[in-house]
């Protein structure tokens, strides 16, 4: 059993020796070591508890607290969206690893968390896309822009966003199927057809490196050319501007961290291509593949939760956003434990009324053929 037959991203045919390719070099796989257990499923776990916490903060921020909704706070609210979904698929990833490959969670939930490890691939870079050609806009050309940078539009941009990245994640929904292996272990991968597997793999290899990398990246490196062409050819532009500079820090910030963490993951995608085409037949470079795919994928899934620490600590308006709202909550649980106390307060005193009046009544029983007037004021007990 090798890593490359039962990664995420792994094609069904490689799992059969004999099916690999004509290559003159008969490669051995990179066999299970014990951070493939357990390093990478800690790493997992760590992503899950920050990134899942993190975005779920930046969805409270953006929804609950009040004030003006922006173009871009609508992109980065459906970029932790993304994050917040393929995120609870990942406990189920950590699993997988920790089993030694071993997916116990049927064919559909094998689908089903492929199938949206994919849509956030394709749904990230396309809003940190949006995000970018936003910014152009807002900074080179402000006035043309202002008619078209409009919440209506934005939303319906993140609608078509949406759509293409689930219908490029069509063909891992239909692909992506469990496997039963030797020993009782059972492989979630790709199950592409044995007669074109290489083909198959390749092309959606190349799709995700074109479209889920290349394409977009070069849009959002034109639109930042663009914008730091236009602010060292206007004279004292950044003096005017430091609420806007504070959003475009950001996004940079962001798309910095998208390109840190997604290049490795798409570098070797690339190189297991030509692989798996015998453009490169050296078991040099399939062992450096086996043995970097977990640490590319950690990087990569490590993007959502990194996203959340950027709002926070590149973004001061998300920082005083969080600030109000979490004054806003405190104060609304103090409103609501001193009408807590007021009412306890308020029962305590009736209940020692009435107290009192039993202690009065008792009274007056006992001494009631004596006579005995009581004033009728309360008994302190």
Request: aromatic share 12%; proline share 3%.
């Given at each position: 059993m090798t890593m490359t037959t039962i990664l995420p991203n792994t094609s069904f045919s490689t799992l059969e020796v004999e099916n690999l390719s004509s290559a003159t070099e008969v490669c ?354």
């Open positions: 051995h796989g990179v066999p299970l070591s014990r951070y493939h257990t357990t390093l990478i499923p800690a790493i997992y776990s760590i992503i899950f508890i920050f990134g899942f916490i993190g975005n779920c903060l930046v969805v409270s921020v953006l929804c609950l607290r009040i004030g003006r909704k922006t173009v871009a706070n609508t992109y980065i609210l459906s970029l932790a969206i993304s994050d917040i979904f393929f995120l609870l698929s990942l406990p189920m990833w950590a699993v997988y690893y920790s089993f030694s490959y071993n997916w116990i969670f049927g064919t559909v939930m094998c689908k089903v968390c492929g199938t949206v490890l994919c849509i956030n691939l394709y749904a990230s870079i396309f809003f940190i896309t949006c995000m970018s050609v936003d910014r152009y806009r807002a900074i080179v050309h402000p006035f043309q822009s202002q008619s078209s940078r409009r919440l209506c539009r934005a939303r319906t941009v993140t609608c078509i966003v949406w759509v293409l990245a689930s219908l490029s994640s069509l063909p891992t929904m239909y692909f992506r199927n469990t496997y039963e292996l030797k020993h009782g272990v059972t492989a979630c991968v790709m199950d592409f057809p044995q007669t074109h597997y290489s083909e198959w793999f390749a092309g959606m290899a190349l799709m995700k490196n074109t479209l889920g990398f290349l394409v977009p990246f070069t849009v959002i490196a034109s639109c930042y050319l663009g914008i730091g062409k236009h602010l060292l050819g206007t004279p004292g532009l950044e003096q005017t501007s430091d609420k806007r500079d504070k959003v475009l820090r950001m996004v940079v910030a962001v798309v910095l961290a998208f390109f840190i963490c997604w290049v490795p993951f798409h570098v070797i995608t690339f190189l297991d291509v030509l692989t798996r085409l015998n453009v490169i037949t050296s078991c040099r470079v399939q062992v450096l593949i086996d043995t970097a795919v977990p640490f590319t994928l950690c990087m990569a899934f490590s993007n959502s939760a990194i996203n959340p620490f950027l709002y926070c600590f590149v973004g001061n308006h998300f920082r005083k956003q969080l600030s109000h709202l979490y004054e806003r909550r405190s104060s609304n649980l103090s409103q609501k434990r001193s009408s807590i106390s007021t009412r306890l307060s308020s029962f305590s005193r009736k209940l020692s009324d009435l107290k009192d009046m039993g202690a009065l009544e008792t009274f007056v029983h006992k001494r009631g053929s004596e006579q005995i007037s009581v004033q009728q004021t309360p008994i302190v007990v």
